[in-house]
């Protein structure tokens, strides 16, 4: 009997030189199968470390960013002190001088600081910001004049970075504070009236040069309005496209050019898009610049190819079956595609939209070439609105010289990833919750 050559090995009564022949066939296939799986289970293991170990860094290097140090003052909003008259009108209330307001606070505490340099190094720890903060409480509540308030108002930010661990004591260590103002502050923290704040300014200001004061509200509603412009033209257009390809398109060579070209548009860099854009909206049609209107119409370009080919993909999934037995009951084409293909071809479609949506999210590139990378602290209340985007304000961040706006940008990292988590979580929800099998 002849020696098998399957996997089995050889059959017990081949001669021993075939039989220890194939045998040593199998051990050196079966070891390269071993060797590959480890190097596969290397790869991903590496991965995953690497990955991790990125996690951690931005989370290690952002997470006290979601904190603020604060000192709590006792404020003597009286006239004399405001330089306000005898009935202050909301004009003079909004060019009060609150700044003396602070600085008197901070000599109450201190009245051994008489000097004029040591009062103007007292009045550094509190933030340069605070005055204007404290005006636009007036503003809110003009019955607050006349009265003593304790407020929290937002310290230096090297006091921030000294009380969160980030700089040491020493001028060695990165601290930028005199022996005097250590042993102010030290004072403050044991009274209580210095302390570590959730910081809600993070959350609900837009972008300032003083770092205690810089948000990302302004960013993320730029990227909100961005993402709306984007969906609600590249998902409508890329779903007609899609099902016109694959539906309707005669077979022949211009489709065929267009396929091609669409599947290489997807590959394009993005600020090819960002060029694009700023030739045809800002040069050509002159669209307002670092609007979210153009930034939207900038990645429903560049997300339109992608939402293309998932859609096609989705038809595509559709069985045959489907059109054959809606054609046969004597629906038309246009019948079986809207009332048969395209809903079962839809959870696949929104998943691609998602992907496309979230893909357009992480998108700085196209910005910066239609000025989304210019300073704006003002709230954008419509898409025409000067604005950024989440991305382009981590860029921003990251550039700046302040060791306080290092965390901001980690901070501001985190919830961008937290953003793609969710949209991704959702692509997959949607396609598990509305996908059917066949």
């Known amino acids: 009997m002849s020696a098998s050559t399957g996997g089995g090995g050889a059959s017990p009564h081949a001669p021993p030189q075939i039989r220890r022949r194939v045998e040593a066939g199998l051990a050196r296939r079966y070891g390269r199968e071993r060797r590959f799986r480890a190097c596969g289970l290397l790869s991903v293991v590496f991965g995953v470390l690497f990955l991790g170990f990125l996690v951690f860094t931005i989370v290690r290097n952002g997470y006290s960013a979601f904190r603020q140090a604060e000192l709590r003052l006792d404020l003597q909003l009286d006239s004399v002190t405001l330089g306000l008259g005898d009935r202050p009108d909301a004009g003079a209330l909004a060019g009060a001088d609150y700044q003396a307001v602070v600085k008197a606070a901070m000599g109450r505490m201190f009245p051994e600081v008489t000097e004029r340099r040591e009062r103007r190094d007292l009045g550094a720890l509190v933030s340069a910001s605070s005055a204007f903060l404290l005006r636009d409480r007036v503003l809110a509540e003009p019955d607050l004049v006349g009265r003593s308030v304790s407020l929290w108002l937002p310290a230096d930010d ?65 990227s909100f309005f961005m993402l709306l412009v984007t969906l609600a033209l590249s998902f409508p257009l890329g779903v007609a496209a899609a099902i016109y390809l694959e539906e309707f398109a005669p077979r022949n060579r211009w489709i065929d050019f267009l396929e091609v070209n669409i599947n290489n548009l997807a590959a394009v ?24 209107l153009v930034g939207g119409l900038v990645l429903a370009l560049m997300t339109l190819p992608v939402v293309i080919i998932a859609s096609r993909a989705a038809i595509k999934a559709v069985p045959p079956s489907v059109r054959e037995a809606a054609l046969g009951i004597g629906a038309s084409p246009m019948q079986t595609v809207f009332h048969h293909v395209l809903p079962l071809a839809l959870p696949g479609m929104l998943t691609g939209a998602v992907i496309g949506m979230a ?24 898409p025409l609105d000067p604005a950024t985007a989440l991305p382009v304000q981590i860029y921003l961040w990251a550039d700046s010289p302040e060791r306080a706006f290092m965390e901001r940008t980690s901070a501001a ?8 988590l969710v949209m991704n979580i959702t692509a997959v929800w949607l396609r598990s919750r509305f996908e059917r099998r066949w």
């Open 158 to 222: 090297a006091v921030d970075l000294l009380l969160k661990g980030h700089v040491g004591r020493s001028r060695d260590s990165g601290g930028k504070l005199t022996t005097a103002q250590l042993a102010w502050l030290d004072r403050l923290v044991a009274e209580g009236r210095a302390a570590l704040r959730f910081n809600t300014a993070f959350f609900s200001n837009g972008d300032s040069r003083e770092p205690e004061l810089a948000g990302i509200w302004g960013a993320t509603k730029g």
């Open 413 to 420: 990292i985190l919830v961008l990833l937290g953003f793609l």
């Open 359 to 382: 893909r357009a999210l992480g998108e700085s590139a196209p910005l910066l070439m239609i000025g989304m990378v210019a300073f704006i602290v003002d709230i954008p209340a419509t």
């Open 269 to 292: 860099p993005s600020i090819v898009f960002g060029l694009l854009g700023l030739a045809v909206f800002i040069d050509f049609l002159g669209l307002p610049r670092s609007s979210s």
